[in-house]
């Protein structure tokens, strides 16, 4: 059964910090993994997809790393912003067969201050 | 292109009670997710359908919970009856039609409180 973890559970930084918010799976035969973010009281917005093929996935500000191997991925926010302020989830997708549904961890909690 | 839609977006009842939520995907997306997420939790999937045949229904508490896709679009998730510990924040996802291992587009959400 996979299981997710993320760390740290909560995150507050300044404006303008660089951060890395981790998450870490423990089966390693995934097809892919998604990050996604949550504002309060709303649903999962999809930030990044990765492919178990690739190494990392850029989109803006963001970039996300995957060392299926070791079952790690990062999450990198450049120079951020309070609007960047929300719940970071990681999902891995499993494989195939009884186990490709994405398995989400419980989030890191990040705040920006201004 | 309109997103996901979930209605109503927030409910409450009382135990023993039943309760009717209803999605509609995004266009022309096959895969339609239930998902089950408690407070301070990750979503947990409750139900996958593909069109209108379900294909993972191994969490779901089949008790009390039922789920149908009646034409392959949109779909309704129902709790008879409600427990306490249904109280949680229920999302519906849909994915294109290359299938369940593409990216996944969230709905706002049902908050369902139980008294």
């Known amino acids: 059964k996979q299981e997710v973890t993320q760390i740290p559970a909560a995150l507050s930084v300044p404006e303008g910090e660089n951060l890395v918010l981790n998450c870490s799976f423990t089966?390693?035969?995934?097809?892919?993994l998604q990050w996604f973010r949550q504002d309060p009281g709303k649903g999962l917005t999809s930030l990044l997809l990765?492919?178990?093929?690739?190494r990392e996935q850029t989109s803006g500000r963001l970039n996300a790393s995957l060392d299926k191997s070791s079952g790690r991925s990062t999450l990198y926010i450049a120079a951020s912003q309070p609007g960047d302020s929300a719940t970071y989830l990681c999902?891995?997708?499993?494989?195939?067969?009884?186990?490709?549904?994405?398995?989400f961890g419980k989030g890191t909690l990040l705040t920006v201050n201004p | 292109e309109a997103g996901v839609a979930q209605s109503p977006r927030y409910k409450i009842i009382e135990k023993r009670q039943s309760v009717a939520f209803w999605c509609n995907p995004i266009?022309?997306?096959?895969?339609l997710y239930w998902y089950q997420q408690i407070l301070g939790q990750g979503p947990k999937l409750l139900i996958q359908?593909?069109?209108?045949?379900?294909?993972?229904d191994s969490q779901l508490p089949k008790d009390r919970f039922s789920a149908e896709r009646l034409k392959g679009v949109d779909s309704t998730l129902k709790i008879q009856p409600a427990k306490l510990e249904d109280s949680a924040v229920y999302l519906c996802?849909?994915?294109?039609?290359?299938?369940?291992?593409?990216?996944?587009?969230f709905g706002p959400g049902t908050r369902l409180t139980v008294l």
């Open positions: 996802a849909s994915s294109p039609p290359q299938g369940g291992y593409n990216e996944q587009f």
């Open positions: 089966d390693s035969a995934i097809y892919n």
């Open positions: 990765i492919q178990s093929s690739q």
């Open positions: 999902a891995p997708r499993g494989s195939g067969g009884s186990n490709y549904k994405l398995t």
């Open positions: 266009s022309g997306h096959a895969t």
């Open positions: 359908f593909q069109n209108n045949g379900v294909v993972d």
